[in-house]
T-cell receptor
Framework: GESVGLHLPTLSVQEGDNSIINCAYS??????FIWYKQESGKGPQFIID?????DKRQGQRVTVLLNKTVKHLSLQIAATQPGDSAVYFC??????????????FGSGTRLQVQP | ETGVTQTPRHLVMGMTNKKSLKCEQH?????MYWYKQSAKKPLELMFV???????ENNSVPSRFSPECPNSSHLFLHLHTLQPEDSALYLC?????????????FGSGTQLSVL
């Protein structure tokens, strides 16, 4: 699965450092947000989610922050490891022309962890 | 792994060929999706099926024809594709539970159109 990535912004960090990946979303009415991780040759995998009535949610080594005022999401990864190297996507629900909600994705950020 | 299996993993086809992509989910979900992933537009929604009924067609050209015979299987039939259709095609499934609806993805089919 190498179709994505030629023009992605890249964050390069040293192993053990903390990583912060940012995302701007487009729909102020979105009430639910998800971060996905995509490793080479695999599909996106769920990392963490947050509802719009929260500002922060913590998981294991990961924290998501939501700023609805400026429509901004961030993903913080503590003590970044080589296995964290991947492309990270934020996603949010968008209403389509049919009136139904569909999950929409940001353009992605490539995280490279240097040993 | 994720409970969503896609075949084939790789496909090369000419513009006059007809081929099909297959997706199967073992998660007991009721919704299935096709997404297209390319360098120009990462993760673009194509189709959505709920309980075997198509509920979303995101202005996809008719050379892509989806089929959902049951809640566990989803196909994408391809015919007379263009080179710009070369991309990674991802299938996903979910269990609609209201607003907190997570999608589970397969590993994708890497398609090259010559």
């Amino acid at each position: 699965g190498e179709s994505v990535g030629l023009h992605l912004p890249t964050l390069s960090v040293q192993e053990g450092d903390n990583s912060i990946i940012n995302c701007a979303y487009s729909n102020s009415a979105s009430d639910y947000f998800i971060w996905y991780k995509q490793e080479s040759g695999k599909g996106p995998q769920f990392i963490i989610d947050i509802r719009s009535n929260m500002d922060k949610r913590q998981g294991q080594r990961v924290t998501v922050l939501l700023n609805k005022t400026v429509k901004h999401l961030s993903l913080q990864i503590a003590a970044t490891q080589p296995g964290d190297s991947a492309v990270y996507f934020c996603s949010w629900y968008l209403f389509m022309d049919t009136g139904r909600r569909a999950l929409t994705f940001g353009s992605g950020t490539r995280l490279q962890v240097q040993p | 792994e994720t409970g969503v299996t896609q075949t084939p993993r790789h496909l090369v086809m000419g513009m006059t060929n007809k081929k099909s992509l297959k997706c199967e989910q073992h998660l007991g979900h009721n919704a299935m999706y096709w997404y297209k992933q390319s360098a120009k537009k990462p993760l673009e929604l194509m189709f959505v099926y709920n309980f075997k009924e198509q509920t979303e067609n995101n202005s996809v050209p008719s050379r892509f024809s989806p089929e959902c015979p049951n809640s566990s299987h989803l196909f994408l039939h391809l015919h007379t594709l263009q080179p710009e259709d070369s991309a990674l095609y991802l299938c996903a499934s979910s269990h609609p539970r209201g607003p907190n609806e997570k999608l589970f993805f397969g590993s994708g089919t890497q398609l090259s159109v010559l």
